[in-house]
């Protein structure tokens, strides 16, 4: 399980909000789980799947 600890506060537009709360509900999942999934899909793509232990080196 990852540590949630760290807050990330971002701007933006109301309408885009709506559409992705929306969204989210049709998944059933939280705004918070895909905004989580789609930053670990990004920092994976990026780094690589083993990026927490290369970041330990």
């Known amino acids: ?5 760290a807050r990330l506060t971002l701007l933006i537009d109301p309408e885009k909000k709506a ?3 929306a969204l989210c509900k049709q998944e059933d999942v939280t705004p918070s789980q895909k905004v989580r999934q789609f930053i ?14 290369e970041r330990d080196k």
């Open 1 to 5: 399980m990852e540590n949630r600890t």
């Open 19 to 21: 559409a992705f709360e």
């Open 40 to 53: 670990r899909e990004y920092v994976e793509e990026r780094l690589g799947p083993d990026w927490r232990n």
